[in-house]
T-cell receptor, first 113, second 112 residues
Framework: DAGITQSPRYKITETGRQVTLMCHQTWSHSYMFWYRQDLGHGLRLIYY???????DKGEVPDGYVVSRSKTENFPLTLESATRSQTSVYFC????????????FGPGTRLTVT | RKEVEQDPGPFNVPEGATVAFNCTYS??????FFWYRQDCRKEPKLLMS???SGNEDGRFTAQLNRASQYISLLIRDSKLSDSATYLC?????????????FGTGTRLLVSP
């Protein structure tokens, strides 16, 4: 029972490069979310998806792109990485109607140099 | 002003102690409330919901005061394994779904 997985777990990249963070869940949850966690800010919502092919912006979407062609996958792409995007990124999923109960992946630690 | 505010701590307590955390929220339209737990360098996990009538789960008690817009978490008989960061979370409607707004967390350290 894999649950929700993220890859890579750690990534170091250079400013200006494109980076894609992967998220995969095995529960067939309708909703999926991307958050970033930084000291002093708590978890902030980047993008979310209510179902395949339905995505919407969260609190801090600038510089990120998402897609959701399949229910189980929700990749997050940094089109041109900046140092301010150095963070820990968490993917989460939840059932429709229970979006208060989110199940988080283990996180990806991204460093942009 | 942050939507959800918590004392970052750390709260250092001995095993067996009782410890309480508070959290305040700014949006009176907030609909529901939760505590999540996050271990060091791990993902957050739902600990418990918070109801106006109070909610108890073993050694953990959560309470909500809507008039004063604060939420509390009480941990009795602290265990070493309770050492973690506790995130206060508020649920608000956001363009068709219930968005979670997370506090920055209160760190608890339980020592032998």
């Amino acid at each position: 029972d894999a649950g929700i997985t993220q890859s890579p777990r750690y990534k170091i990249t250079e400013t200006g490069r494109q980076v894609t963070l992967m998220c995969h869940q095995t529960w067939s949850h309708s909703y999926m979310f991307w958050y970033r966690q930084d000291l002093g800010h708590g978890l902030r919502l980047i993008y979310y998806s209510a179902a395949a092919d339905i995505t919407d912006k969260g609190e801090v979407p600038d510089g990120y792109v998402v897609s959701r062609s399949k229910t189980e996958n929700f990749p997050l792409t940094l089109e041109s990485a900046t140092r301010s995007q150095t963070s820990v990124y968490f993917c989460a999923s939840s059932e429709q109607g229970r979006t208060y109960e989110q199940y988080f992946g283990p996180g990806t630690r991204l460093t942009v140099t | 002003r942050k939507e959800v505010e918590q004392d970052p701590g750390p709260f250092n307590v001995p095993e067996g102690a009782t410890v309480a955390f508070n959290c305040t929220y700014s949006n009176s339209a907030s609909q529901s409330f939760f505590w999540y737990r996050q271990d060091c360098r791990k993902e957050p996990k739902l600990l418990m919901s918070v109801y106006s009538s109070g909610n108890e789960d073993g050694r953990f008690t959560a309470q909500l005061n809507r008039a004063s817009q604060y939420i509390s978490l009480l941990i009795r008989d602290s265990k070493l394994s309770d050492s973690a960061t506790y995130l206060c979370v508020v649920n608000m409607r956001h363009t068709g779904f219930q968005k979670l707004v997370f506090g920055t967390g209160t760190r608890l350290l339980v020592s032998p």
